[in-house]
């Protein structure tokens, strides 16, 4: 079974949706044949990758893709990166796409400065990323930065109506419709997690949710609903534990977002302890012991 997020991911810019502006400006260096040193960042499934990836079949190029979570290190750069920047091509261009750059070492990203500018001539570097501030400033200062916003919800639903018709799917019903609203609210504006989580929901050609794919949101209600009861730690971890959940990226902005009315004049504290717990997330194993952590650090807050 092929993936849809992979079947359906755009080739063209045509088929790319939203970021109106920012695909004008690409479009225009498609025409030139070349590009900038480009970064691209925002929230996790919008289209980073595909819009890098884009680019790169639209360019007579030679490609070199790596994954920044997977490899990370100085000896990536020395390794890979350095020998394919500095090797001949026998096209107009070489193309360097660094996905998920915020995961790449300070020491291997100050590595790179040198090798964006020694290989401009032959080379450009698209990075992709999550959060533009763990990527050091003169990095940034290479490239032509642009951030990815989501497209609108209603474009989100007429592209898994559209992936809906090419699967010949039963979507027109009442039922099937609201099954479809249901996963767009809850993963908005994970476009990737809501076409998976779709296609994990079809039976006999129609759309049928389990409650688990909207296990996010009812676990932010159930923790919110446990931090304004001052519940003890013990009975939160039970709500993480019962969810069955292995991510959790989800709750830190719902809580975020209710922030205000959960911890009045001390809102600021609160989300610099969500902030904090957020990045420190991204590095750990057990997800969810760092967000127990917060939650033992936000219930002293309420």
């Not at 100050?110 to 401009?120: G, H």
């Not at 919800?153 to 992936?163: F, G, H, M, Q, R």
């Not at 249901?182 to 989580?197: E, F, L, Q, W």
């Not at 001390?266 to 990045?279: H, P, R, S, T």
Request: aromatic fraction near 8%; charged fraction near 25%.
């Amino acid at each position: 079974m092929e993936l849809w997020v992979e079947k359906y991911r755009p080739t063209t810019l045509e088929e790319y949706v939203g970021n109106e502006i920012i695909k004008d400006k690409i479009a225009d260096y498609l025409k030139q044949g070349s590009i900038q040193n480009l970064l691209f960042h925002g929230v996790a499934g919008t289209g980073k990758t595909t819009l890098a990836k884009l680019i790169a079949k639209n360019l007579n190029c030679d490609l070199l893709y790596i994954n920044a979570s997977d490899e990370r290190g100085i000896d990536t750069i020395r390794d890979k990166i350095i020998p394919f920047a500095s090797s001949m091509s026998f096209n107009d261009v070489k193309i360097v796409i660094l996905d998920e750059a915020d995961y790449i070492t300070p020491q291997a990203q100050a590595t790179l400065r040198n090798t964006i500018e020694s290989c401009s001539k032959t080379t450009r570097f698209i990075f992709t990323c999550n959060y533009l501030e763990r990527i050091i400033s003169p990095l940034q200062s290479r490239c032509q930065t642009f951030e990815i916003t989501p497209p609108s919800k209603d474009e989100v639903i007429d592209l898994i109506c559209e992936i809906s018709v090419k699967e010949g799917l039963k979507i027109n019903t009442k039922n099937n419709t609201d099954n479809v609203l249901s996963v767009v609210d809850t993963h908005y504006p994970d476009i990737r997690k809501i076409v998976n989580t779709i296609q994990g929901s079809i039976v006999d050609g129609e759309v049928k949710i389990d409650n688990n794919s909207l296990k996010n949101t009812q676990l932010g209600g159930l923790v919110v609903d446990a931090l304004i009861r001052k519940a003890k730690l013990s009975e939160i971890r039970q709500i993480l534990a019962d969810s069955g959940s292995r991510e959790f990226d989800d709750l830190f902005k719902y809580i975020y977002d209710k922030s205000s009315a959960l911890f009045g004049d001390k809102e600021g504290e609160a989300i610099l302890i969500i902030a904090k717990y957020q990045y420190e997330y991204t590095f750990v194993l057990e997800k969810e012991i760092c967000v127990a952590a917060m939650l033992n650090k936000l219930l002293n807050l309420c």
